[in-house]
């Protein structure tokens, strides 16, 4: 992750009309491209409003923003948004359009041809797993989980350089947001974006986002980092109590077996043991894709401190209780 | 001059002897309405178009529009007559002042109605303010504009009866010609065919309505799993 | 523009014009007092049955139905009307058939928005008010009513409105009113331009001020609305 910044924003504040006190204070950001970055903070701190300074849809009163290297005010508003997905609080697709429509909406305004909006829409159900039989139907005829895909779809028609997108899952069941949050992830592992997403999820923002921006009360930055700088060492008292009680679980929850395993401070595995004699029948396995949060869970799940690593069916080693806790310390 | 025979009150052969009137004051009558909706939704588009964009100027467009509206039909064809004269103008200027209130009210809360997460995704995604208002919120208005339209047609297919004091008329001209001779059948043939056109038209733009909004009609089905 | 305004002021700063049965005073107040009975009969008609008929949600087709005759119907039609068939019964003319006409126009928009008003009282409002051990007819005067009250009024003032503005046909039927001056005035070759303008001017001014009285009314009866904000 070595590029160049595809947003950055400058000493940029927000003071609405009619109030004192800033919506956003100075702030100043940098997202790399290609990169997801997480904006989370109480209700009421500014990550809206910096989302919608962005793309335009409010301006800020003081401050620089650069999109894709250009000063984003030399643009014409509109010319901008069509670069940029935006997917919004409340879904808000069109009604009066069918699910096809809503999707090819900013390719009409691009004037795209017929045939090439026909094939793209094929591509994007495809790419978000939505059932093509969805596509003549209304949005008030889809579910919630649904609707919000297809406002994603929405936001990615153009093949946008750049996604913002404001809790997006925050109207969806835990389960449908998990399988959402794996869509997103391959996604963008196939076509790589420069992503913006706000959440008050803080496990949604440590699954997400390569860095994680903590905003405060009045529009400032409390921290910012990747997810496991920000578990392993909270700058502030007010990150450490946003971040909540189970940091040490969630900082688990970034790494998989695979990656201790091949660590090389795994010392404590004598080396010339083979893996049969250390896995009799009775332990639990996991793989090298486990993360290991659930690792530790099926370990003390099964009454053991130990459980076997398998590969295609081979085990390939062991993991313990000390493996794991070997992994938080710095 | 007829006469009719046993004093009945409605003497079916006088109407059925003047089909070529009928269908002349029924043109009329579709003329002067249809002339006076589309020149009221001309206008009071425009004045919707000022008062979304100067929010300040709402108040009075609406004062003015309620003032018109509460202004009597007879009153105002009167008080038009030294500048207009007797005809055509002067009717069109009061039937036409008579639609704005109600044109204007229904449009602007057409557009108002529009959830504001919609038009947020739509100016996200890089509409400009005119397209999006004619490519998003003009098509979710227009169940409540196409409403406002139907009591505008039907309010005005009543009134023009009342012009035929002022030498216009449609069907008010059988309802004028039997009052002035005491005649209740033309009276009872205006009166019933202007009630018959009112409800037709009424029942024509609905189902232009219905047309142009499938959306509102397809509900959520019960999915399946 | 100026003759014009000249003539009126002519007209009606004539103090003769004023007095007598056919004065403007005499006609003013014969236009005010068969509106008021006519609004109150209109209002004895339709309120009762909207109410209960809405509390009970019962015939709510009746109610849509009514709404559209009711709009549909042409009030020069209605008090064209009255005179034949008030001849043919031997009622003669004047105060009551024009009454009746009038009734006749004021009913539909009372009971439309009664209806409607009522009828949209949110169920959770009055699951509630039953829930505190509210019977039938208190639920009606203590939570739907006050709830429909503004629209309730709305029906009330168009229906006050609309006699008003049409009790000045009933001069086309025999009663004298404000709108005895436009008849005549068209009825003369000349256009008696004076009478005209004047007749036209008092009923805009009339209609206007019923228009504004209620509507003081509407916003004292309500004002509990503009709190809520
Ligand atoms: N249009 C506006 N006019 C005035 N103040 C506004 C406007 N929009 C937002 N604000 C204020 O700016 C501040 C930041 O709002 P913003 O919507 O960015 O918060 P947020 O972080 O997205 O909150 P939430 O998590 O609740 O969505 C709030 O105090 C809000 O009241
Ligand atoms: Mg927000």
């Given at each position: ?43 009421g701190c ?17 401050g ?26 409340q ?5 009066h ?25 094929n ?66 592992a ?36 990747t ?11 007010f990150?450490?109590e ?66 076997v ?22 | ?62 004062w ?6 509460t ?81 505008a ?44 056109l ?14 142009a ?13 | ?9 002519g ?8 007095r ?76 009551w ?25 949110p ?32 029906g ?8 008003v ?10 009663y004298?009113?404000l ?28 209609a ?9 009314v ?12």
């Amino acid at each position: 992750m070595t590029s160049a910044a595809a947003i950055s924003l400058d000493e940029v504040s927000k003071v609405f009309p009619g109030s004192v006190s800033p919506a956003v204070n100075r702030l100043t950001l940098t997202i790399p491209q290609g990169q997801i970055l997480a904006l989370v903070g109480p209700s009421g701190c500014g990550k809206t409003t910096t989302l919608r300074m962005i793309n335009r849809l409010e301006e800020p009163t003081a401050g620089q923003i650069t999109v894709l290297g250009h000063d984003h005010r030399s643009a014409k508003p509109h010319e901008l948004r069509r670069n940029i997905g935006y997917v919004i609080q409340q879904i808000g697709l069109f009604p009066h359009h069918s699910v096809r429509r809503n999707m090819s909406a900013v390719l009409e305004l691009l004037k795209w041809s017929p045939d090439r909006i026909e094939q793209r829409i094929n591509e994007l159900t495809d790419l978000l797993g939505l059932d093509p039989a969805l596509l003549d139907r209304y949005p008030s005829e889809l579910s919630g989980g649904q609707q919000q895909r297809v406002g994603v779809a929405r936001a990615l028609a153009a093949d946008p350089p750049i996604l913002l997108m404001d809790e997006p899952y925050s109207a969806v069941d835990p389960v449908i947001r998990k399988h959402l949050h794996s869509e997103l992830l391959q996604v963008q592992a196939r076509v790589t974006k420069t992503i913006v997403i706000v959440t008050h999820d803080i496990d949604e923002a440590i699954t997400l986002a390569d860095q994680v921006v903590v905003m405060a009360e009045g529009g400032t930055i409390e921290q910012q980092g990747t997810p496991e700088e920000l578990l392993a060492h909270p700058a502030t008292e007010f990150v450490r109590e946003f971040l909540g009680r189970e940091r040490g679980l969630r900082r688990l929850g970034l790494r998989t077996v695979g990656q201790i395993l091949r660590s090389p401070s795994r010392s404590s595995v004598p080396a010339d043991l083979e893996p049969e004699d250390l896995a009799p029948e009775d332990l639990a396995r996991v793989t090298a894709d486990t993360p290991l949060r659930e690792a530790l869970d099926t370990i003390l799940t099964s009454g053991q401190t130990r459980a076997v690593v398998c590969a295609d069916g081979q085990k390939i080693g062991f993991i313990t209780i000390e493996h794991i806790a070997e992994a938080l310390r710095p | 001059m007829t006469t009719n025979p046993g004093d009945a009150f409605i003497w079916w052969e006088w109407i059925t002897r003047r089909p070529g009137e009928i269908w002349e004051r029924t043109i009329e009558h579709l003329q002067m309405t249809v002339v006076a909706v589309t020149v009221g939704c001309v206008i009071s588009a425009a004045l919707t178009l000022i008062a979304l964009r100067y929010r300040w100027t709402l108040g009075p467009i609406t004062w003015i529009g309620n003032l018109l509206y509460t202004i009597p039909s007879l009153a105002l064809f009167v008080i038009l007559i030294p500048y207009t004269g007797l005809g055509f103008l002067t009717a069109q200027i009061a039937l036409v002042s008579y639609t704005i209130q109600i044109l204007v009210r229904n449009m602007v809360a057409g557009i108002n109605s529009v959830p504001a997460s919609v038009t947020e995704a739509a100016t996200a995604i890089g509409y400009r303010r005119l397209h999006r208002l004619w490519a998003v919120e003009l098509p979710l208005a227009a169940p409540t504009i196409i409403a406002g339209i139907r009591i505008a047609a039907v309010t005005v297919i009543g009134l023009v009866t009342i012009t035929a004091l002022i030498g216009n008329g449609g069907y008010g001209a059988f309802i004028n010609d039997g009052l002035n001779r005491r005649f209740s059948t033309p009276i009872v043939l205006g009166g019933a065919l202007s009630i018959l056109l009112a409800l037709g038209v009424d029942a024509l733009l609905m189902l232009v309505q219905r047309a142009a909004t499938p959306w509102t009609r397809r509900r959520l089905r019960p999915r399946s799993s | 523009m100026n003759a014009i305004f000249n003539d009126l002021w002519g007209f009606i700063s004539t103090a003769d014009n004023w007095r007598g049965s056919n004065g403007i005073a005499a006609r003013a107040q014969a236009h005010l007092w068969i509106s008021f009975v006519a609004t109150v009969i209109a209002t004895a008609i339709a309120f009762p049955p909207a109410l209960i008929l809405a509390h009970l949600g019962k015939a709510p087709v009746l109610s849509v139905g009514i709404a559209n005759i009711g709009r549909a119907l042409p009030s020069f039609a209605v008090i064209a009307l009255v005179l034949p068939i008030s001849i043919s019964l031997g009622f003669g003319l004047g105060f009551w058939p024009t009454c009746v006409a009038l009734v006749a126009l004021g009913i539909p928009p009372i009971f439309t928005n009664t209806y409607t008003g009522v009828a949209n009282t949110p169920a959770a409002l009055r699951e509630a008010a039953r829930g505190i051990g509210m019977t039938s007819p208190q639920v009606v005067m203590k939570v739907e009513v006050p709830h429909a009250m503004n629209v309730i009024l709305t029906g009330f003032r168009i229906s006050a409105v609309q006699i008003v503005a049409t009790a000045s046909l009933g001069a086309l039927v025999g009663y004298q009113c404000l709108g005895s001056y436009v008849i005549e005035g068209l009825a003369q070759p000349t256009r008696a331009r004076d009478r005209l303008l004047t007749g036209a001017v008092l009923i805009a001014a009339m209609a206007m001020i019923v228009d504004f009285l209620i509507n003081r009314v509407e916003g004292h009866l309500t004002g509990w609305r503009s709190r809520l904000r």
